[in-house]
């Protein structure tokens, strides 16, 4: 079964502070990983996809990267409103393309 | 481009009622999902279809649950009867190669 795990669940930093998000992932088969902002009340923001260990991207304060066994998410000089919910996710391919098993999120807060 | 278009965004019915969520795609996606989230759980899968077929229901909870894609531009879900278990936010996401689209989401309240 794919199960994506990530850490911390939640993470306070001061503006300015840089820092990392991980996400575990175990599956058969990787096709891509995928993050995701959510701000409360709304559906998730696609970010990255990743598709092989090695990988690398970049948007605004955000790159995101990838092995074969987790990804991260880094942020650097993160403002208040890089505070949201970030959210990874795999497809798996095979039998399962185009399915997303989602983790359960890290909750960013980025004090001013 | 309007995006992922959800109705209602909120939904308080009686328990035992039947209830309808509804969802329009970005047109030229041909992947079109149901989640589920709550605290507890998370984002679940629920069924998803592609080019308006069901590919894969298993995540369905149970028989009172339901979906339909009559064309590629419209699906509903659908709960009969309603329980307060079922109180979650649903989201509907289209999606075309990769990268999901998701809408905004429809707040269930089940009472």
């Known amino acids: 079964e794919d199960q994506v795990t990530q850490s911390p669940e939640a993470l306070r930093l001061q503006e300015g502070e840089s820092s990392s998000l991980n996400c575990s992932y175990t599956v058969s088969g990787l096709r891509g990983l995928f993050w995701y902002r959510q701000d409360p009340g709304k559906g998730p923001e696609f970010l990255f996809t990743?598709?092989?260990a090695g990988e690398e991207k970049e948007k605004e304060r955000l790159k995101a990267t990838l092995t074969k066994k987790e990804s991260f998410l880094h942020i650097t000089a993160p403002k208040p409103e890089d505070s949201a919910t970030y959210l990874c996710s795999v497809d798996a391919g095979g039998t399962s393309y185009g399915k997303l098993t989602f983790g359960q999120g890290t909750i960013l807060t980025v004090h001013p | 481009d309007a995006g992922v278009i959800q109705s209602p965004r909120h939904e308080v019915t009686e328990m035992g009622q039947e209830v309808t969520l509804r969802c329009k795609p970005i047109?030229?996606?041909?992947?079109l999902f149901w989640y589920r989230q709550t605290m507890m759980r998370g984002l679940e899968l629920l069924i998803y279809f592609n080019n308006n077929v069901p590919i894969d229901d298993s995540g369905m909870p149970e028989d009172r649950f339901s979906a339909k894609m009559p064309n590629a531009s419209f699906s509903t879900l659908k709960i009969q009867p309603s329980e307060p278990r079922d109180s979650a936010v649903y989201f509907c996401a289209s999606s075309f190669s990769s990268g999901y689209t998701f809408g905004s989401g429809t707040r269930l309240t089940v009472v």
């Open positions: 990743l598709y092989s």
């Open positions: 047109s030229g996606h041909d992947y």
